[in-house]
């Protein structure tokens, strides 16, 4: 896992590892760090997931990109 911006503030890390169940999908990862890290619960909600490089669209698709996955979390980032 890698947390950029507000992601990055809301848990308190810029990096963290996670072991999730085989099988688990997004929305599985996105409530694992919800619950390692109350705070972060609505900034994972609007923030996009890459997952090993891909926009991961579908929350509910198994994570089934090998055995090690790198997750970014991307909050919204504000443009000028």
Same mark, same amino acid.
């Given at each position: 896992?890698?947390?950029? @911006? $507000?992601?990055?503030? *809301?848990?308190?890390?810029? !990096?963290?590892?996670? %072991? /999730?169940?085989? +099988? ?10 919800a @619950? $390692?890290?109350?705070? *972060?619960?609505?900034?994972? !909600?609007?923030?996009a %997931? /890459?997952?090993? +490089? ?27």
């Open positions: 896992m890698r947390y950029f @911006a $507000a992601a990055a503030e *809301a848990v308190g890390l810029h !990096e963290e590892r996670l %072991l /999730l169940a085989a +099988g688990a999908n997004a929305q599985n990862l996105a409530a694992a760090i @619950a $390692a890290h109350p705070g *972060a619960r609505r900034v994972l !909600e609007i923030s %997931l /890459l997952v090993d +490089g891909v926009t991961c669209d579908d929350r509910s698709a198994p994570l089934t990109f090998g055995d090690a996955v790198r997750v970014d979390v991307l909050p919204p980032f504000a443009g000028g």
